[in-house]
């Protein structure tokens, strides 16, 4: 099992929800920390990383930006040493029906979400394969696995990162570099915050558990990956049993 105490974690979209989290529970396993999004990091949120006793940096820019990615790679390499673990958790939805979908919110969300987790693999790997070791964790969804009305765009992109993570797990094997992909369900977080108590309910009807995961749930799922070096190529579904394949 790999420690991750002082394991340099990069996570895309860390600076709240899902990426928060996950950033959280590496840091009280001993990782050092790189806070990302696109606009700059608060000093506020840097020290509650840092009271858990390990350093942490935070770095902006856009992930879907190719030459933007390496730059934060980069950066971070510079300040803080090779990256170990990088988790791509960046992403962001734009719902409408399939008609009534512009090309340019078919493409935006593509380029974020798809575009975006290529880029920041791609600059990492170029250290991390000399490394001989790393995880790549990419966050997927429930709606890249079975699709969802109104997400054509947001399904697409998210079962093109199951794909990628597939790929991308038989390229660097050789290399003792994991790479797996975590598909959240319905967690409870500022996107499900905004859906009405009726969907709510729909939703929650059609989940086994019966009720929302917590960003925890995720987070826990991150750590159990970045450890683990037999476990690659894999898609684990953290969703309370919305989507079990027979």
């Known amino acids: 099992m790999m420690d991750l105490k002082g394991k340099v974690t990069f996570i895309t979209g860390s600076t709240r929800g899902i990426g928060l989290a996950i950033a959280k529970a590496f840091a009280q396993e001993g990782a050092n920390i790189v806070l990302n999004g696109r606009s700059a990091i608060s ?96 966050l997927s969804s429930v709606s890249g696995l079975i699709g969802n009305v109104g997400q054509a ?42 859906l009405s108590d009726k969907v709510k309910e729909q939703v929650t009807q059609n989940i086994p558990l019966q009720r929302f995961g917590q960003v925890e749930d995720v987070a826990q799922t991150a750590i159990f990956l970045a450890k683990n070096p037999y476990i690659t190529g894999q898609v684990i579904n953290v969703d309370g049993g919305l989507v079990m394949h027979g």
């Open 43 to 138: 000093a506020e949120l840097i020290a509650e990383i840092e009271a858990f006793g390990v350093q942490c940096i935070g770095v902006s820019g856009d992930i879907s930006d190719f030459e933007e990615a390496g730059r934060m790679i980069q950066e971070t390499q510079e300040k803080l040493g090779p990256i170990t673990i990088l988790i791509n958790n960046a992403g962001i939805t734009n719902d409408k029906l399939m008609l009534r979908m512009k090309p340019e919110e078919f493409d935006q969300i593509l380029k974020i979400n798809l575009v975006g987790t290529f880029n920041m693999t791609q600059q990492v790997l170029k250290k991390m394969l000399k490394q001989r070791e790393g995880a790549i964790i990419n």
């Open 153 to 194: 765009n947001y399904a697409a992109s998210k079962a093109g990162v199951v794909g990628f993570t597939k790929s991308v797990a038989r390229e660097v094997a050789p290399r003792g570099i994991t790479c797996n992909a975590i598909a959240p369900g319905f967690i409870q977080t500022d996107m499900t915050d905004v």
